[in-house]
């Protein structure tokens, strides 16, 4: 899907989430090297984090008392 949306959209970023490790990932060709991936189980403050590494934004400051809502969809 990655690889279509980029057809159309060069220079889209792609944020890989896996369970899998990012050797066994990269080895059947699922990812290059250059792509963000994200180990399950993970935390929303690690999905925060890693989104924010992508789009090259610095580290959001913490609100004390805030929290995240995050909705997955399969």
Do not use: C, N, W
Request: no cysteine; charged share 20%.
């Amino acid at each position: 899907m990655a690889e279509r949306v980029a057809l159309q959209r060069p220079g889209t970023k792609t944020l890989y989430i896996s369970g899998y490790t990012a050797d066994a990932i990269v080895h059947h060709g699922v990812a290059d090297m250059s792509s963000v991936l994200l180990h399950k189980p993970f935390t929303s403050e690690a999905l925060s984090f890693k989104v924010r590494e992508l789009l090259g934004e610095p580290e959001a400051p913490r609100a004390q008392g805030a929290s995240t809502a995050l909705a997955a969809a399969g």
